[in-house]
């Protein structure tokens, strides 16, 4: 196997997020997964929640993103770069109204979590109930903002 890993635009694993969005996986080996996060006009992206395991990062390369850090909101264009660093609260969402796209990092084990999450959505076609969506955070050492 050579020293790197190159794809095609548009490869990787393809994965469901809310609002109709995509979360692509690029590479989930080592600490860290990389991935692509292609979110549909105004979609309203994660609600705030805390990793206590993993930091996460955020380069906006499409469209106009608005992150929630606890009571702190920032507008980031394109070129921004975030990063968030475990038990920072934090949430995001599109705040254009056509696509937008970012691409990032975070733990190599929450690549999991959105596998689950995907197949929840796809399943149901709506994001899980607040209940489920407590336990699946859970078990990848998240929590929601303000919930204990």
């Known amino acids: 196997m050579p020293g790197y890993q190159m794809m095609e635009p ?6 469901r997020f809310l609002d109709d ?5 690029k ?3 080592g600490p860290l997964t990389h991935y692509e996060y292609i979110a549909a006009p105004s979609a ?4 705030q929640h805390i990793h206590a395991d993993h930091d996460e990062t955020f380069f906006v390369v499409e469209g106009t993103f608005e992150f929630t850090l606890g ?12 990063r968030v660093e475990r038990g920072q609260p934090h949430g995001f969402r599109n705040m ?20 689950e999450l995907a197949q ?11 209940e489920d969506w407590v336990k699946l955070y859970g078990r990848y050492g998240t929590t929601f903002y303000g919930l204990s």
């Open 10 to 15: 548009g490869a990787g694993e393809v994965l």
């Open 27 to 29: 590479a989930n080996e």
């Open 44 to 47: 309203k992206g994660s609600p």
């Open 21 to 25: 969005s995509l979360l692509v996986l």
């Open 71 to 82: 009571t702190k909101v920032v507008v980031a264009e394109p070129g921004s770069f975030l």
């Open 120 to 130: 929840i959505i796809e399943r149901t076609r709506a994001a899980p109930t607040p």
């Open 96 to 115: 254009g109204t056509s696509s937008a796209r970012i691409v990032g990092t975070f733990g190599s084990y929450f690549a999991e979590y959105f596998r």
